[in-house]
Structure formats: C-alpha cells, structure tokens
C-alpha cells in the first residue's frame, strides 16, 4: 500500500521534533559537570595519555562517530571494542588514559563488567549516559549526560532522541576543546589531506588564480578602447589597471564599468580607462587560503578579484566563474 503523502510528512516531521526536543533538554542541562568533562580530556591530552570511547550496539556507532571528530581535530583518541576489552584489548589501556563508556541506559552490561579493569589499570573514567541514576554514572569518575525526554520511534524502542542527544553533546564537547586549543583552518587542512575537503582546505590562490597571458594587465594612461582590447584577448571579464611608473595596481576595469562608461558619450573609447575604472578594488595575496578568496566573493558580491605580492604589484586574477569549477563552492 502507498504511503500517504500527508500522514508520512507528518509523522517525519514529529520524529524530527522530538529529537529537537531532546537536543534542547540536553543543552539547558549542561552544567559544571561538562565543564569538568572537557578538562580531564584536556589533562589527558597535554599528558600524552589517550582518550577511549567504547560502547555496545548502537552506543558503539555512537562511540567510533565521535572517535572520527576527535581524531579530526587533532586530538588523539581510540576505539576500544566492549566485548574483544573482556579477551584481551584492555592492553590497549595504560594508566593515565581516559575512557569514555557510553550506554543509553546506563545498564549494558558489558559495559559495567569494564569498569573494574579500567581501575585496576589506573584509567579515569567517563559515564555516557542519559540515565544519571544508572549504575553506570554511580560507578565512573565522571559523568557526561543528555536529556531525553522520548523516543522518536512510535513503540518508544528503538533509539532514535538518544542516539542524537549523544552525539551532539560529543560532538559540542569535541568543538568546545577544538576553539581552546586554538586550531586553525591550516591545522584542520593537515588532518584532512584527501578527498574534497582536504583539497578544498589546502588549495592556495597561487593555485586558482589566472596568470601570464591570462592577466591582463594596462596602464592607467591606456585609452579605455585599448583595455577593452586586452580584456578580449586574455577572456577575461575584467582587468588589472596599475600605476605607469611604480607598477602597483590602482584600480580595476571590468566588464560592468565598460558598459556605464558607454554611457557617458561618443568618445569614450579614447577616454583614459582610468576615469571609468573602480579605484581601491578588493584584492587578496596568492599565499591566502583559497576559501579566503570565495568569503570575498560572498562579502563583497564581486564578479572577479585581483591577486597581488608584496609590493602591491597585480601577479594573478581570480575569476568567479572558475570557482564552481574547482568545487570550492
């Protein structure tokens, strides 16, 4: 039988609903207890110690997503299998560490049974929980809870409100460390060196930008019909106009000033491009970042960007059309 369409949007849209619900709850309820969550991964950090998530069934899916931000961030963190820890991979664990156990209802009982064998190895540990009055928040050092008020599934069992509350509160915890340690665009780059991110993190303007014969370049004496010349021969729906003597760009000459300088009479081909050109354009080195460049597209609503060193010299151009092309966009 089909789905109908009025009764299955509305039903998505209360499961979306309820999950909102949760993460509202579970933001409110932070307290100092996060506060002192995120500085024990800290200290166990700055110690050279590792930082453990583990979990069973969908806890463990939970657990490895949040290993995955962590490690991306730049801080060091593993993946310790609840059943393989019981035969052996606690020898993963070393005195010092911090491990993380997640259960929904703080019961799991595989989960429990890993507690001794945390302290005997001398680990700090972290109850995950949306139960504070589990056995598992009564038996860990510290506590990380969310708030979850129901289920999104129609039975109340499968989890749904809870498998979500835990990772975005892993998630904030994992941001809240990420804006602390002070970590840039460049660190983040370095983690991500493959794939569309990692080439959208690393690419410089140097790397993007129109150069030599694909620069066009003119004096500001040069009459506006010879910058129209140039413009044509390079593609390029803009040009760079720079001082005669000292070679630093002044201005910029694009397609959009070609056309309001038609307006002001016959003779203005053979008008300096200087008078029609739009001084001061926006500009950006060729060692910036190449999203740098397309937040100054966005900002400032330009069509095109001139590149320059140190000098103030125009060595490349930006085009806006060119950026969807190499999917920074």
Known sequence: MALDSKTTLARARAAIKIEQEALAATALAL??????????????????????????????????????TFNSTGLSTCFLDATQALHGDLGLCNEGD???????????????RLIPGFRRLGLRTVGFTSNPGSDLAHNTELQLVYQVPR???????????????????????????????GLTRDDFAKFHPAGNLGRVLLLRVKDIMRSGERLPIVNETATTQQAILA?????????AVVHPKTGKLTGIFTDGDFRRSALTGDDFLQKNVSAFMTRAPKTVSEHALGVDALRLFQTHKIDDLIVIDAKGKPTGLVDGQDLPKLKIV
């Open 31 to 68: 307290d100092a207890k996060f506060v002192e969550v995120a500085r024990a991964v800290q200290a166990t950090s700055e110690a050279g110690r590792k930082v453990i998530f583990t979990g069973i069934g969908k806890s463990a899916h939970i657990a490895n997503k949040l290993v995955g």
């Open 98 to 112: 911090l491990v993380f156990l997640l259960s929904n209802s703080g019961q799991s009982e595989e989960i429990l």
């Open 151 to 181: 289920e999104a599934c129609p039975l109340r069992l499968a989890p749904t409100a809870s498998t979500t509350a835990a990772l975005a509160l892993g998630d904030a915890l994992a941001m809240v460390l990420l804006a602390e340690r």
């Open 231 to 239: 413009m044509t021969k390079a593609k390029s729906g803009s040009i």
